[in-house]
Nanobody, 116 residues
Framework: VQLQASGGGLVQAGGSLRLSCAASATIFPINAMGWYRQPPGKQRELVASIDRGGIATYADGVKGRFTISRDNANDTVWLQMNTLKPEDTAVYYC???????????WGKGTQVTVSS
């Protein structure tokens, strides 16, 4: 599975960005897809995840501001980020979990920078 993320950039506080991640070279169905982020000098953390049935979970700090969605037919996941804050600045990574192989697949990160 190969994941290609896009949509990062520089935005002012209060602004919005939409990240997308498309999977390719998939042999088995992708179960969960999610977004993680790694702020400067910190560990990678879960932002949001969504299972194949559309059930989503969010980190407390993004609830009400971020929305994750996916298209199973095209193995694509999006992260709509609204009311962005400087503390949302991080490299954002897309992840896919394949239950058949019990493996996680990671995409290359995309930088999100929120200026105050």
């Amino acid at each position: 599975v190969q994941l290609q993320a896009s949509g990062g950039g520089l935005v002012q506080a209060g602004g919005s960005l939409r990240l997308s991640c498309a999977a390719s070279a998939t042999i088995f169905p992708i179960n969960a897809m999610g977004w993680y982020r790694q702020p400067p000098g910190k560990q990678r953390e879960l932002v949001a995840s969504i299972d194949r049935g559309g059930i989503a979970t969010y980190a407390d700090g993004v609830k009400g501001r971020f929305t994750i969605s996916r298209d199973n037919a095209n193995d694509t996941v999006w992260l709509q980020m609204n009311t962005l804050k400087p503390e949302d600045t991080a490299v954002y990574y897309c992840k896919a979990f394949v239950l058949t192989t019990l493996m996680d697949y990671w995409g290359k990160g995309t930088q999100v920078t929120v200026s105050s």
